[in-house]
């Protein structure tokens, strides 16, 4: 179970994460803009599912958007917060169901830089899907950087750096290492198939690869 490990792992690395993990400004700039373009007119009201730092929100703001975001992590939470800009933040862990937000209160969802790689099982995607169907509107959008499957193999089959390490568990899972902090974390990895179908019937789903490694999950409520 992932349940507790999750929020351990991003705590752990939520003072580094900036630095180590996250993609460098000009591609965070491109990508921003690629999701931005399958969002609703702004003003949308946006939940930001694993908003971390925070690190897309001026781009959301900038668009027009009104983004809240929500994480598990309460050290992420505490570094988004500082932000010049600052944004609704709500402390919870989306798998867990139901979502602290009444019905139909988004326009849009998003979910960047692999946020739902880490669920339990195909059980908690459909669970979700459900209540993102129940928080976001008719003819909403749900967007979602995913790694694709052949991220694992190429992932799997690399030595271990000084900092990270990945240890393949199953034909679609892994144990994340960050060496560092100490901490890991579980990852389960969807087909194109699966991603379609967890989110059905509430979202009418469409993947679309961005390289080799990762996918865009672009989902239409309704």
């Not at 960047?112 to 908690?124: E, F, K, M, R, W």
């Not at 003819?139 to 052949?150: I, L, W």
């Not at 992932?155 to 390490?165: F, K, M, S, T």
Request: charged content about 25%; hydrophobic content about 45%.
């Amino acid at each position: 179970m992932n349940k507790g490990g999750v929020a351990r792992f991003f705590d752990a690395i939520a003072a580094g994460y900036d630095r180590s993990y996250a993609p460098p400004a000009s591609d965070s700039r491109v990508r921003m803009k690629q999701v931005i373009a399958e969002l609703p007119a702004p003003p949308a009201r946006v939940l930001d599912l694993g908003v971390g730092t925070g690190r897309e929100l001026p781009a959301l703001l900038d668009a027009g958007h009104r983004p809240t975001g929500v994480d598990v992590s309460r050290a992420m939470l505490a570094r988004c917060a500082r932000r010049a800009r600052p944004v609704p933040l709500v402390h919870a862990d989306f798998w867990e169901t139901p979502l602290p937000f009444e019905k139909n209160s988004f326009d849009a969802a998003i979910a960047l830089h692999g946020t739902l790689a880490h669920p339990d099982d195909l059980a908690a995607v459909r669970r979700l899907g459900g209540e993102l169907g129940r928080v976001v509107r008719r003819a909403g959008r749900f967007v979602a950087e995913v790694p694709s499957t052949a991220w694992l193999d190429a992932a799997a089959a690399l030595p271990a750096d000084e900092h990270r390490r990945v240890i393949r568990t199953g034909e679609r899972t892994c144990l994340y290492e960050d060496t560092n902090a100490g901490v890991s974390i579980r990852a389960l990895l969807l087909d194109e198939d699966e991603w379609a179908d967890a989110l059905s019937p509430h979202w009418k789903a469409r993947i679309e690869p961005r390289d080799n490694y990762e996918w865009l999950v672009i989902a239409e409520r309704v």
